[in-house]
Every structure is written in C-alpha cells, then in structure tokens.
C-alpha cells in the first residue's frame, strides 16, 4: 500500500521501517523544521524516506496515519488538507506532560476528536497501547503481543488490520471508536508500568478468551 505517515519519531518511524521492510511505499508528512529523533529516523532509513508536507503525506496515501504529540495532532490534521473518504489510523495519546494521566477521556478520547476534525474520514485508533520500541519485536516468549483496534468504518478496520498485522501484531478489534476511550486508558496503563512503576519498556497486553 501507499501510507501516508503524519510524523517521524518513535512511532512513525518504528511503523515505517517495518512497513517499508514489508514491501509497503511511505511517505512522512513533517513540519519544515525538525528535531533529533525525526532526524535520527530519516537517516536510518535512508533512500526509504520520503518526505513532504501534511497535504503530501495525505494525498500520497490510501491511508494515513497520525504519529505525532497530542498538542501538534489537531494543527497536523487541519493541514493535511479534505480527509473526506480517506483512511485514518490515529496512533496517539492524549499524555499529560508529567505521564501520570490523561488529559482527554472517560466520555471521549483523542481517536473520537481526531474523527471530529478529520471530517469525514474512517478513523482507527490502533498501534497506542504499546511502546513504540516494541513494533516490529512482537514476539514475548513464544506469545505475540495483540494490536488493539477499533473503529466505526468496517473498511478503514480491514485495511488497519492487515497493517497490524504486518507490524507483527496479532490483530485484536475491540469494536467502535467510542471504545478508544480505553484504548487509551489501557496505553496510560502500559506507561504507568513502564515509567513510574519502572518496568521499562519490554511489556504488552495480551487479551485471552475462551
Ligand atoms: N512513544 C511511544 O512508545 C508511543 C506508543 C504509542 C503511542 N504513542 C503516541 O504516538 C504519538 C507519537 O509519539 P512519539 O513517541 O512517536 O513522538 P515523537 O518521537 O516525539 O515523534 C513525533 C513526530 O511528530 C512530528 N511532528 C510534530 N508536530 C507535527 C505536525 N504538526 N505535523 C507533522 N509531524 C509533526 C515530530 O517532528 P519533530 O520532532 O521533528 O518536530 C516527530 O517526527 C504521541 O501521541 C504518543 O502519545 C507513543
């Protein structure tokens, strides 16, 4: 597929190398002036980045996908131009600064605002509940580590699902978009873990039925 990637850090740059290994064409929409880590990631890349703005990410792609901090997500949609019919997968997390909380949710979530200012677009909530070092290392002793969707557009899912899945998650959909509110909660559980209860960042949830 051609997958527009709004952003180029952790987690658009973890999605685009595995991607592009994949067989996947990525182009990263970024803002004109940019930091160390979206550095770092263009040049591990190499010929395999391509760069534009917002507006080129979101015409390059059949799909496009938000990887960038809460407080730039609303300026970065807004310039990407009509999402009208697009796909979408937001990836973010609405963090408070001191990591100890959310500052959207309860009874709405970041996927649902993004669905608001992405006017008519099938918006995904995916790849959020996880540590972006873990993408494209799914494997946990033999389990491999699920990628929690969900959404209310049945052909932006599909297509999610198989990106998922080639990110070397097990795809797990967990229904509609209203249910990012705990998406995003289960991503402040993950954090919580990792950062203030100090466990790093090897950890992932698995959900198990019978
Ligand atoms: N880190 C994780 O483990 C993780 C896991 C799951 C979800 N998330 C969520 O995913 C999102 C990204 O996290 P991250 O850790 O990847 O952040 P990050 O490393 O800081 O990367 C953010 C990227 O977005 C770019 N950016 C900033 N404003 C932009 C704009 N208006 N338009 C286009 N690109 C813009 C940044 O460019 P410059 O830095 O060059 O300005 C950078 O390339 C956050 O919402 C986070 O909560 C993170």
């Known amino acids: 597929m051609r997958i527009g990637i709004l952003g180029a850090g952790n987690v658009g740059g973890a999605l685009g190398r595995v991607w592009t290994s994949k067989g996947h064409e990525v182009l990263f929409g970024l803002p004109e002036a940019r930091g160390e880590r979206t550095r770092k990631t263009l040049a591990a890349l190499g010929s395999a980045a391509r760069i534009g703005s917002n507006a080129d990410a979101a015409a390059f792609g059949e799909i496009l996908v938000l990887t960038v901090p809460w407080p730039a997500a609303h300026q970065a949609i807004e310039s990407s131009g009509d999402l009208e019919g697009k796909m979408l997968i937001d990836c973010t997390n609405p963090l408070a600064a001191d990591l100890k909380g959310l500052t959207v949710g309860l009874n709405t979530s970041a996927g ?29 002793a033999g389990l491999v580590a699920d990628g929690f969707y969900c959404g209310d557009d049945a052909a932006a899912k599909a297509t999610a699902k198989g990106l998922i899945a080639d990110a070397g998650f097990n795809p797990v959909d967990v229904g509609p978009l209203r249910n990012a509110r705990w998406l995003e909660s289960l991503a402040m559980l993950w954090t919580d873990l990792a950062v203030n209860q100090r466990w790093g960042t090897d950890h992932a949830f698995k959900l198990l039925r019978r």
């Open 112 to 140: 649902e605002q993004v669905a608001a200012w992405a006017r008519g677009a099938g918006v995904v909530k995916a790849f959020n509940s996880i540590g972006a070092g873990n993408i494209g290392h799914t494997d946990f």
